[in-house]
């Protein structure tokens, strides 16, 4: 089974992009965050055309937003609000090996690292504050699950371009990474990229519109992530970062991470 989760940033302005990398790379199943649109302008007639019929959106209007596409069936499909709003951040689903497949957009959480004074930083650390007890009592641990998004958090030294220059920039703080630690304590869950790709290596995900030549100056963040219960760490195939979609035409910032699992 392959899956592939992207942050898309409007998926009806690159729909071209997604249908190249469905072409491309056949997933099994897509996960996509921020699709920025509300369900009914999501572009499902397309996504059928190109067999992806079973479809679970979350969208609202400009912000946020995700969607789980798939050809192969999908059921217990639920939409998962979090911090008492509806900002549509977290679908999951079953797939028919019984295997629970969340998609997760997290907060960005500004550009002021300190919950006191930014209240979306605030938000970002209730969220996964909430997360991590929601799946402590759902029990995912000893069960099949996989956890793929744009978590918005990059743990690793590695997984940013500079750590010591980062470490009071929001998405690499130490309260970031102690929360997202937390999540991931919640239900065992295992860091598959990194199952891969030593720790001691350089993996990003995301690249800044504001790089005049992003490539060359690779100054990317590991922001996008795919988790996996100890129960399906042996299947485990390969994880691949697309990283080459950063360069085709009006691209994301984010590129899409493809996981595959023997399933």
């Not at 699709?35 to 302008?41: G, S």
């Amino acid at each position: 089974m392959r899956i592939i989760s992207w942050n898309i940033n409007s998926v009806r302005l690159r729909i071209r992009s997604v249908s190249r990398v469905l072409r491309q790379h056949q997933p099994d199943v897509l996960c996509l965050q921020e699709i920025k649109c509300v369900n009914e302008l999501f572009p499902s007639e397309g996504f059928r055309k190109l067999g992806y019929v079973h479809q679970l959106i979350s969208g609202q209007k400009g912000y946020h937003g995700v969607a789980i596409v798939s050809r192969i069936p999908l059921s217990e499909t639920r939409v998962k609000a979090w911090c008492q709003r509806s900002d549509c951040r977290h679908v999951f689903a079953t797939l028919p090996d019984g295997i629970e497949l969340h998609n997760v957009y997290a907060p960005a959480g500004g550009d002021l690292p300190d919950p006191d004074k930014n209240p979306k930083f605030a938000h970002k650390l209730q969220f996964f504050g909430d997360m991590a007890r929601w799946f402590r009592r759902r029990g995912v641990r000893g069960a099949g699950g996989i956890l793929v998004g744009d978590l918005n958090i990059a743990p690793l030294p590695n997984d940013v371009w500079s750590h010591k220059q980062l470490l009071r920039v929001v998405t690499h703080t130490p309260v970031e990474i102690a929360a997202l630690e937390k999540l991931r304590a919640s239900a065992d869950w295992v860091d598959a990229a990194r199952l891969f790709v030593p720790e001691s290596e350089k993996l990003y995900t995301w690249w800044s519109y504001r790089a005049p030549d992003w490539k060359r100056a690779n100054k990317g963040r590991r922001l996008d992530h795919a988790w996996v219960t100890p129960k399906l760490r042996e299947r485990v195939l390969a994880v691949n970062v697309l990283d080459r979609v950063r360069g085709w035409k009006l691209p994301s910032d984010h590129v899409p991470v493809q996981i595959d699992l023997d399933l």
